[in-house]
């Protein structure tokens, strides 16, 4: 009885030495993957609030026993000269008692704003700032008429049921309508000059229509740049 006692409490003792390590070292990977992350996010200096990076790190083997997080004597590199979409950080452990080092697969996803519905819109409604709502998504999936621009959109005129949660289109949209009176701009060597005009077609984001000069009565060709507006582009 005593022996058995013993035993259950050596047991006990080396269970929970056990539990300690694996505390110990899964604490240690979760910190040098947590350096790979931020070490490849310092990397992305420019600030854009349209961009965000999702940096996804490859899990270091929570079985090794690091000897602690190697406060003060850790550098991080790339190890390839320019950072890609699936690169490895090399982690250095320069500590004379326990030196290492550890190389840390990661893979970057570049998520980009892209203007989608907040709520129904019906056919032929006329596009407001509350109807749009912005949404990150991989950059790989965004379309090439997706708007990533709300305040070119808003006035036009939607060309179809739209969905809540839909990606707006640029052929969803009609920013100018045959016979709308529209701004037409003209910029150059750094001025800009306006006049009124009249669409002579139906026109979409970037696209070029005609426009008659309401004062001259001249007929141009002009870009289309946003709900009611173009530009002529010389």
């Not at 290492?100 to 697969?105: G, K, R």
């Amino acid at each position: 009885m005593f022996k058995k006692k013993i035993l259950s409490i050596i047991a006990v003792l080396i269970s929970s030495v056990f539990a300690n390590c694996s505390f110990a070292t899964t604490e240690e990977a979760l910190f040098l993957e947590n350096v790979a992350r931020q070490y490849i996010l310092a990397q992305f200096t420019e600030k854009n609030d349209n961009i965000r990076y999702n940096i996804k790190v490859s899990k270091v083997d929570r079985n090794r026993d690091f000897g602690g997080k190697c406060s003060g004597y850790l550098s991080a590199k790339l190890l390839t000269p320019e950072i890609k979409k699936n690169s490895i950080v090399k982690i250095i452990c320069r500590r004379k008692n326990n030196p290492y080092s550890i190389q840390i697969p990661v893979s970057i996803i570049v998520q980009r704003a892209t203007i989608v519905a907040s709520d129904n819109i019906p056919k032929g409604s006329a596009i407001t700032q509350s109807m749009l709502e912005k949404k990150f998504v991989n950059e790989n999936l965004i379309l090439n008429q997706s708007i990533t621009d709300a305040s070119s959109i808003i006035g036009s005129k939607t060309k179809k049921d739209i969905r809540a949660g839909d990606f707006l289109k640029i052929s969803d949209l009609c920013l100018v309508a045959k016979g709308d009176v529209v701004t037409i701009s003209a910029r150059s060597h750094g001025l800009e000059i306006k006049a009124s005009g009249i669409a002579m077609e139906e026109g979409k984001l970037n696209e070029t229509i005609a426009v008659k000069n309401i004062k001259s009565g001249k007929i141009i060709r002009a870009l289309v740049r946003s709900a009611n507006s173009v530009e002529v582009v010389f």
